[in-house]
């Protein structure tokens, strides 16, 4: 069933909130009818709060435009995460063939990456074994030196493997690589943030 809002608002899902933008560009939350901010929303979507974003008057559907917003805000304000040469090669993408194949494959990718992000922190809160998660394991340290290699060239690159080191020995070197790829990728986006 949908909420059904006053006004030219759309329906929108059960359990969704609406959320109005007027032509002075305060945003109201009809949920808890108050003025919220792009901060406040930016923190909904951390905490996987669902809404939408309609223009007052006209009763567009402005979230696109808004969720933007909070990026370039973001963005702006010192949160860099989108490298330059990330942010060219997507507007390289208006306009061209691929364009309508884009949306789906970075939903796609993001989806993967937070799925990958949640196995790799239930790998080391139960530690590497043998067991199931080495499968997994395998995977995301593969991942892990694709995205190194991408974000930092040379970095992913495998290490020559110690022939004389015990099996056991060997997750922990793992371990110890993958900390010094996040060491590395870490100065480098502080670099890159400066």
């Known amino acids: 069933m949908a ?18 933008k007027y032509a002075n560009r305060r945003l109201y ?9 792009l901060e406040d929303l930016a923190k909904m979507v951390r905490e996987n709060v669902e809404f939408v ?26 949160g860099q995460m989108l490298p330059v040469s990330f942010l060219r090669q997507l507007i390289g993408m208006y306009g061209n063939s691929m ?8 939903e796609a990718s993001m ?13 080391f809160d139960k530690g ?19 995205a190194a290699q991408t974000f930092i060239p040379g970095a992913g690159a495998a290490k020559p493997a110690k022939t004389e080191a015990p099996a056991a020995d060997t997750s922990n070197d793992e371990i110890a690589a993958l900390r010094d790829q996040m060491a590395m990728m870490q100065k480098k986006l502080d670099e890159l943030g400066k």
């Open 128 to 146: 590497m074994s043998a067991g199931p998660l080495a499968a997994i394991h395998e995977t995301n340290m593969a991942l892990m030196r694709a």
């Open 99 to 106: 364009q309508a194949v884009m949306p789906s494959y970075l």
């Open 53 to 78: 974003v309609f223009d007052a008057k006209s009763g567009d559907d402005i979230t696109h435009s808004i969720l933007t917003q909070i990026i370039m805000d973001e963005e702006a304000n010192g």
């Open 29 to 37: 939350n009809t949920s808890s009818s108050s003025y919220i901010t």
């Open 3 to 20: 909420n059904k809002s006053n006004g030219n608002t759309p329906e929108v899902p059960e359990g969704t909130i609406v959320i109005k």
């Open 111 to 123: 989806t993967n990456f937070r799925q990958n992000q949640a196995n790799i922190r239930e790998a």
